[in-house]
């Protein structure tokens, strides 16, 4: 994740409030996050002081997991004593912060030669462009941006704008409102970040659960963390896994559990349920472990829901089968995707809570933990090569190739896509016919989960690390994998 000043205020404000429930002085404190981290005397990147606390009291009501509009110590009061608010959605619009960008969709650049033909004046539905100081002009109040001058232009001299959060989202789902402001239609929206990484003034967050969670652990009660597949490198370059679970356990977890072993099971399911369906009951399948691809086929495509892998992802899969070992466990998933955090709400029997790595990283921050000091643990992955290296390009579907091979089916015809708007597009080709496919993967993220909008580390630097910690794997094959092979007997993988 770069490291912009939207960051910086971010991660300020998810450690002070770290720091301060940690410390069982929140309430009380609250204001020292806002009147440190924006000072009289500081340098500003708002018009002033008074409009950069407004932003910040936005951004620390969004992380603790409530709306905007609340006086900021009642808030913290609120979040310190009662459950999440699972009725809030997941990403929002922090109003103070919007710039309400002016922006004209369409413009005419220097480039206009003030030609003979007016193609742009004669194609304009409206009449709304005509000739001033020997170049186009288009009146605002006439056009209805419907784009048909650019499309005629032969110089390209007209061209489009469109605001960063809109262009980041392939499926419409946020737009200006009559304000200007940003508005996110829910039921669009499958919660995949783009805006929020996109918005470069940070007007989009996602709401957090960090004060609640630490509330948790402070209880006494027994938290697993639940550590994506990705967490190699996240917390520095030299930090090893032995590090990262010792530090987590330091905060107060009771123990730590990797999501591989749930893609591992994940991978043993959707085998079976491949080798079922196709093709004696359908063409094909897709993958179902990314939330937001899964979402984007319900919300945008739903007449091909039945396509759908009804497989649990292994975030499920890891918390249900940590659930049957321990029946009082309180489960927290901690990875590089936002979207997460929506499907735990659809699957409270196995998650309760959701973290990103960036909320991991604030939290060890306000508890004065540093990983890399940290003296590591005995530690040993449970997970086999093919479930760690899910986040990987065609991890899915190199596991369950995998896993068919094993089981003496011969590979299947298989498609990778990342990114919403390549795996809509790819996704109809193949329910058109226009590629082969009998297994489909896609991920929302454009180079897949190890591109997360809440991943700390360069995702190349991911890519290497995590190749190297698969191979250092004992399990090399799926059926292998004692501990998978005997949690998808004891959980229900079903969706």
């Not at 490291?3 to 409030?17: S, Y």
């Not at 470069?200 to 009660?221: C, H, M, N, W, Y």
């Not at 009998?438 to 180079?447: H, K, V, Y």
Request: with cysteine; glycine share 6%; aromatic share 6%.
């Amino acid at each position: 994740m770069e490291l912009t000043e939207v960051t910086k205020f971010r991660r300020a404000v998810l450690t002070g409030l770290a720091k301060f429930t940690w410390q069982g002085t929140l309430p009380e404190h609250v204001y020292d996050i806002l009147y440190s981290v924006v000072t009289e005397d500081g340098p500003r990147v708002r018009c002033c002081v008074h409009k950069e606390r407004a932003v910040l009291k936005n951004r620390i009501n969004m992380a603790l997991g409530l709306t905007v509009d609340l006086n900021i110590v009642e808030a913290s009061t609120r979040a310190l004593a009662e459950p999440v608010n699972k009725e809030l959605p997941i990403i929002d619009v922090l109003p103070e912060a919007c710039d309400q960008c002016p922006i004209d969709k369409f413009l005419i650049t220097d480039a206009c030669r003030h030609c003979v033909a007016h193609k742009c004046m004669n194609k304009c539905p409206k009449q709304a462009i005509s000739i001033h100081q020997n170049r186009a002009y288009i009146d605002k109040s006439k056009c209805i941006e419907c784009g048909m001058c650019k499309k005629v232009c032969p110089y390209g001299a007209i061209i489009e704008v469109s605001r960063p959060c809109e262009r980041a989202c392939p499926l419409d789902a946020i737009t200006a409102g009559a304000d200007r402001k940003a508005k996110i239609d829910t039921q669009k929206c499958v919660q995949c970040g783009a805006c929020r990484s996109a918005c470069p003034f940070g007007a989009i967050d996602e709401r957090s659960s960090i004060v609640q969670l630490i509330q948790t652990i402070k209880s006494g009660q027994q938290v697993y963390a639940l550590l994506a597949p990705s967490f190699i490198g996240q917390l520095g370059f030299k930090v090893t896994p032995e590090q990262i679970v010792a530090a987590i356990k330091k905060m107060g977890f009771a123990g730590v559990e990797e999501v591989a072993v749930g893609a591992d099971m994940a991978a043993l399911h959707e085998a079976e349920e491949f080798m079922e369906k196709v093709p004696a009951q359908q063409s094909f399948i897709t993958s179902s472990c990314c939330s937001s691809f899964v979402s984007l086929i319900k919300q945008h495509l739903p007449e091909h829901i039945d396509k759908i892998s009804t497989t649990v992802s292994p975030m499920v899969a890891c918390g249900r089968y940590v659930k049957t070992k321990y029946p009082d466990a309180v489960t927290v998933f901690i990875g590089p995707c936002i979207a997460k955090k929506g499907e735990a709400r659809q699957f409270a029997d196995a998650i309760d809570y959701v973290l990103t790595f960036e909320e991991l990283f604030c939290m060890l921050e306000g508890a004065g933990i540093d990983p890399a000091a940290v003296t590591p643990e005995e530690y040993a992955t449970k997970a086999s090569g093919f479930g760690i290296s899910f986040p990987l390009h065609k991890g899915v579907q190199g596991a369950v190739a995998h896993a068919l091979q094993e089981a003496g089916r011969p590979e299947p015809a298989m498609h990778y896509a990342s990114g919403l708007e390549h795996c809509l597009e790819d996704l109809q080709k193949v329910i058109d016919g226009k590629i082969k496919c009998e297994l489909f993967e896609g991920m929302a993220c454009d180079r897949g989960c190890i591109d997360g909008p809440g991943g700390l580390t360069e995702p190349g630097l991911v890519t290497v690390l995590l190749k190297k910690y698969a191979a250092e794997a004992q399990q090399k094959k799926l059926h292998d994998d004692n501990e998978a092979v005997e949690a998808v007997k004891k959980v229900d993988m079903k969706v």
